[in-house]
């Protein structure tokens, strides 16, 4: 029943049962298996919930304030490190709820929390769909994540979490699979919707003697939903709808959700049924709305509708091609940072509109990104095809662990760099879990069958990560107070008071015909700019803060000249990446003064930031 609540048990398809058509021969789609396959299924639970919410309310934190955490609710506490009761499970998580709320982040994703199947090549080989994103249902709660005290239990589980992760003021927001199902191909396994009516809820394609026999595959995993059916888009609707009214979730993540605007698999339309709909509907109209916008054979950021937010590929890239020192990058990294107007300026949308990740789930984490120059995915059992081979990662100058004080050093202050300039451009930051303690998958970027030690959240930290977990939450809290950065809507450049200025000693803006080469830049925030006037200028009164944000990804020192402040304004030091913990960051509110000087000497590869006070 593919709108059944709860399942019981688990798949097995021994000898390809479950297929439903004769397996190991040609076209043996074309031939009905006869064999009972009921004792390899699930069964459905019929559910009841009294569960008392004792008066939740939603967070409701506005769109241009979210800092989003993803994990994967497995993965959080499933090592025996996490020291919790239930390793593994929506209770484990709720005893870390502490711990997330220190981060300073106020949105928790969750990748698939719907019932899956992990395909029979990866069972095959000991392995398992461990990030889930292989859908067998879209209402019922994959049961592992449940404690399994009785059918059904993950119900309540799940409902308490969310109630307590609101009371933190943390929102849960759902990453949903809705483009394609478990099935597959045609030689796939028959779970539910290719048994009720194939023809309605697929997109099907074909030669012309059988147009139907087989998939479309724009999801790359063996068939896409087929959005222009009416059918299809109530399932996903009512799916959405059930998770808000009945679990109080505060959002979604549509994973490849161009298939959700391709009818019949036809071109991506961001005024496709789906998305009207959704537009029209009085629950989900009110949630937040994340699309990852591209799938196999469409890229589409920029192009959904007015009031969602979108994964932005282009910021990923950007900044992990800035701060590794690849010249030609800082105009990229100036769009970027302000919000990616090329984008969404034009269209009406605000600068929340964009998602801004240096790392996810899908990938190599902040550690591997600084440490692995290519990938190391063996473990998966595909020779190391899988995963993606253009990472704009830098080992620092030795591949894998190792490599010495030096290495370690720069490494570090890589890591800083790029969680500093995620975490303080214009739009909504998206960290990845384990980055705050340098979680490594020992370089691995596709760790989609890892349910293991690859995975998992190591609780037992260094002094090293220590220290790194402090600066990950004070960069947070820095988030909040570079005011000027974290405004969301668009404004022109002298509204807002942005100036780039060279690392040359005379403190002048680049020239245009530099901008593509050069590797430093330091960007000035203040109320008032005035053009070919380096100095802070102050209008009706206002006097700040001003912060100067500057940017080192030369292999050398660069000495900044400081714009002059009018007495008895002074720079004190917020952020300075290429120091050691604990002055690598100081906390908000509590900025370092430093001596009365015009200049500030950069270290290689390193981010500044200061900050104006007032003295006496």
């Not at 304030?65 to 506490?77: D, Q, S």
């Not at 490190?81 to 709720?94: M, Q, R, W």
Request: glycine share 10%; proline share 6%.
């Amino acid at each position: 029943d593919p709108y059944a609540r709860a399942l019981h048990g688990t798949f097995r398809n021994p000898e390809g049962v479950l297929a439903g058509h004769l397996p190991g021969i040609e076209d043996g789609d074309l031939f009905l298996d006869h064999r009972p396959s009921h004792s390899f299924m699930p069964k459905c639970v019929v559910t009841q919930s009294r569960f008392d919410w004792q008066g939740d309310r939603p967070p409701a934190i506005p769109r241009e304030r979210l800092k989003i955490y993803e994990m994967h609710v497995r993965g959080f506490t499933a090592d025996p490190s996490s020291g919790v009761a239930h390793p593994g499970t929506f209770s484990g998580l709720i005893e870390k709820i502490p711990h997330l709320k220190s981060l300073g982040i106020n949105a928790v994703e969750l990748l698939p929390v719907h019932a899956k199947y992990s395909e029979d090549v990866l069972v095959n080989k000991g392995l398992s769909n461990y990030w889930g994103y292989n859908n067998a249902g879209f209402f019922g709660l994959e049961t592992s994540y449940g404690t399994r005290s009785a059918p059904g239990c993950e119900i309540d589980e799940f409902k308490l979490m969310v109630r307590e992760l609101h009371r933190a003021g943390i929102e849960v927001i759902l990453d949903v699979v809705y483009n394609h199902t478990a099935e597959g191909t045609e030689l796939g396994p028959t779970l539910s919707w290719r048994g009720l009516d194939n023809h309605s809820y697929y997109a099907l394609t074909g030669p012309e003697d059988a147009p139907l026999r087989h998939y479309r595959n724009h999801a790359g995993c063996g068939n896409i939903l087929d959005f222009g059916r009416s059918v299809v888009v109530r399932m996903a609707l009512d799916s959405l709808r059930y998770f808000v009214e009945e679990f109080h979730v505060d959002g979604f993540r549509f994973d490849l959700a161009t298939v959700l605007g391709r009818q019949n698999g036809n071109q991506f339309e961001a005024s496709g049924p789906f998305f009207a709909a959704i537009a029209q509907d009085p629950v989900l109209r009110r949630v937040k709305l994340i699309a990852e916008p591209w799938d196999m054979e469409a890229y589409a950021v920029g192009r959904f509708p007015d009031g969602w937010m979108e994964w932005n590929g282009g910021f990923r890239d950007t900044l992990r091609r800035w701060v590794k020192g690849e010249a030609g990058t800082l105009s990229a990294l100036r769009d970027k940072l302000e919000g990616s107007p090329e984008l969404y300026e034009g269209h009406g949308r605000e600068a929340w509109s964009s998602i801004n990740f240096v790392t996810c789930h899908d990938g190599f984490t902040l550690r591997d990104l600084v440490t692995y120059e290519h990938k190391r995915n063996e473990a998966n059992g595909e020779s190391n095809w899988d995963g993606s081979s253009a990472n704009f990662n830098w080992n620092c100058g030795h591949e894998g662990e190792g490599g010495g004080e030096a290495v370690e050093a720069l490494r570090q202050r890589q890591a800083r760099n790029l969680l500093l300039l995620n975490v303080l451009a214009r739009g909504v930051p998206l960290l990845l879990g384990g980055d705050e303690t340098l979680r490594t998958q020992s370089g691995n970027n596709n760790a989609y069958c890892q349910d293991n030690a690859v995975s998992w959240h190591d609780w037992n930290l260094t002094e090293t990560q220590t220290g790194f977990l402090r600066f990950f939450r004070e960069a947070l809290a820095w988030k909040d107070d570079v005011g000027i950065l974290n405004t969301w809507a668009f404004v022109p450049n002298r509204a807002w008071g942005r100036c780039w200025q060279g690392w040359d000693s005379n403190g002048k803006p680049w020239p245009a015909e530099h901008v593509s080469e050069t590797r430093q830049a330091a960007f000035l925030l203040r109320p008032l700019a005035v053009h070919g006037k380096f100095s802070v200028q102050i209008e009706s009164g206002e006097e700040g803060p001003w912060f100067y944000l500057i940017l080192n990804t030369e292999n050398e020192e660069k000495v900044f000249r400081l714009p002059a402040l009018p007495p008895p304004s002074r720079w004190a030091l917020a952020v300075d990446t290429a120091k050691s913990s604990p002055d690598d960051i100081q906390p908000v509110g509590h900025p370092k003064e430093i001596p009365f000087v015009d200049r500030y000497v950069t270290m290689p590869y390193s981010s500044v930031l200061l900050k104006t006070v007032r003295i006496g």
